[in-house]
């Protein structure tokens, strides 16, 4: 019954907060990318004009603007490009993850100091390591499934056929474009982590224990929980988004990105430092909720598993 509500609520969150998804690769996306204007300057002899470039810049639109192109050019269907692949892969990837994190969390606790900050930094990763190696396939789709720009009423690709057309045109391979990024992107992830168990070892400290020395959690230490992995996912978010973008950037079809330092290069001298947080907004609105309910679920299953086993 919990792992049937835990892949309920996963879908429902995936489905609720798709759009989101889709206008953060948008902002990552080089279509969105610092234009150069050009304006014509008359000839001084013939006095026909001479396109120069100017040094003016464009500034690359916001959230609200690249919302209000996709809905009037592209119809709100295309808020929702890279659902399925998304619902097929939310399930197995969070079982992996959690799978990978209990196992070799047990495993590090007989190497390091027990439950120590190494042994959930070291957890994460590896945790982290075998989930994205495993799905890149699935979230390459998904990703240039919210790449493509189709007007109204164009057909656009589905999973299977976006599939097909990755496998032909570039092989294998081209399903682990971003691998590296994504590799880069464990920091994360291990930076949530421990900021989350420090938080929740404080907090398992000034709870109060019962009459018979046992600890009892109610429904304030899930709230405080809550709270720990939202402030815990923000910090970890902000500080190593820039992979983010970088991802993007390699899983584009056809363009000049092909390695992760080789993108971040480009990406700073084309487009500046300013460049690695487009999209950062969305990505916080949507994943500090869900991992907040991702990781009290988590907590919850976990203590009523070991009510049941007393």
Same mark, same amino acid.
């Given at each position: 019954?919990?792992?049937?509500?835990?892949?309920?609520?996963?879908?429902?969150?995936?489905?609720?907060?798709?759009?989101?998804?889709?206008?953060?690769?948008?902002?990552?996306?080089?279509?969105?990318?610092?234009?150069?204007?050009?304006?014509?300057?008359?000839?001084?002899?013939?006095?026909?004009?001479? %396109?120069?470039?100017?040094?003016?810049?464009?500034?690359?639109?916001?959230?609200?603007?690249?919302?209000?192109?996709?809905?009037?050019?592209?119809?709100?269907?295309?808020?929702?490009?890279?659902?399925?692949?998304?619902?097929?892969?939310?399930?197995?990837?969070?079982?992996?993850?959690?799978?990978?994190?209990?196992? =070799?969390?047990?495993?590090?606790?007989?190497?390091?100091?027990?439950?120590?900050?190494?042994?959930? *930094?070291?957890?994460?990763?590896?945790?982290?390591?075998?989930?994205?190696?495993? @799905?890149?396939?699935?979230?390459?789709?998904?990703?240039? @499934? #919210?790449?493509?720009?189709?007007?109204?009423?164009?057909?656009?690709?589905?999973?299977? #056929?976006?599939?097909?057309?990755?496998?032909?045109?570039?092989? $294998?391979?081209?399903?682990?474009?971003?691998?590296?990024?994504?590799?880069?992107? %464990?920091?994360?992830? @291990?930076?949530?982590?421990?900021?989350?168990?420090?938080?929740?070892?404080?907090?398992?400290?000034?709870?109060?224990?019962?009459?018979?020395?046992?600890?009892?959690?109610? !429904?304030?230490?899930?709230?405080?929980? *809550? @709270?720990? !992995? !939202?402030?815990?996912?923000?910090?970890?978010?902000?500080?190593?988004?820039?992979?983010?973008?970088?991802?993007?950037?390699?899983?584009?079809?056809?363009?000049?990105?092909?390695?992760?330092?080789?993108?971040?290069?480009?990406?700073?001298?084309?487009?500046?430092? !300013?460049?690695?947080?487009?999209?950062?907004?969305? #990505?916080?609105?949507?994943?500090?909720?869900?991992?907040?309910?991702?990781?009290?679920?988590?907590?919850?299953?976990?203590?009523? $598993?070991?009510? =049941?086993?007393?």
């Amino acid at each position: 019954l919990l792992q049937k509500l835990g892949l309920c609520s996963g879908t429902v969150g995936a489905i609720v907060t798709c759009p989101l998804e889709v206008l953060k690769t948008r902002l990552q996306s080089s279509g969105l990318s610092l234009r150069t204007v050009f304006h014509v300057q008359l000839g001084s002899v013939s006095g026909t004009g001479v %396109i120069r470039p100017s040094s003016a810049t464009v500034t690359p639109p916001g959230l609200l603007q690249v919302l209000r192109s996709i809905l009037e050019k592209e119809g709100p269907r295309s808020l929702f490009r890279g659902l399925g692949p998304n619902l097929v892969g939310v399930a197995p990837s969070r079982a992996i993850y959690f799978a990978a994190y209990k196992k =070799s969390k047990e495993t590090f606790n007989g190497i390091f100091v027990p439950n120590s900050g190494l042994v959930h *930094m070291s957890s994460a990763g590896f945790a982290a390591f075998v989930t994205n190696s495993l @799905m890149n396939p699935v979230w390459m789709v998904k990703t240039r @499934m #919210q790449l493509e720009r189709k007007a109204r009423g164009e057909k656009k690709m589905n999973a299977l #056929q976006c599939a097909r057309y990755v496998y032909s045109t570039e092989g $294998m391979r081209g399903f682990y474009r971003g691998l590296t990024a994504s590799y880069a992107g %464990i920091s994360e992830t @291990m930076i949530c982590f421990l900021i989350y168990e420090t938080l929740k070892k404080r907090l398992n400290e000034g709870r109060f224990t019962s009459r018979n020395g046992e600890t009892e959690k109610g !429904a304030s230490d899930f709230l405080g929980l *809550m @709270m720990a !992995a !939202a402030f815990s996912k923000g910090c970890a978010s902000c500080i190593a988004y820039p992979h983010e973008v970088i991802r993007t950037r390699l899983r584009e079809e056809g363009s000049k990105y092909r390695y992760f330092f080789q993108t971040a290069r480009l990406v700073a001298v084309e487009e500046g430092y !300013a460049a690695f947080y487009r999209g950062l907004v969305p #990505q916080l609105i949507r994943q500090i909720p869900n991992t907040a309910i991702v990781l009290s679920t988590y907590e919850l299953i976990v203590h009523l $598993m070991g009510d =049941s086993s007393h």
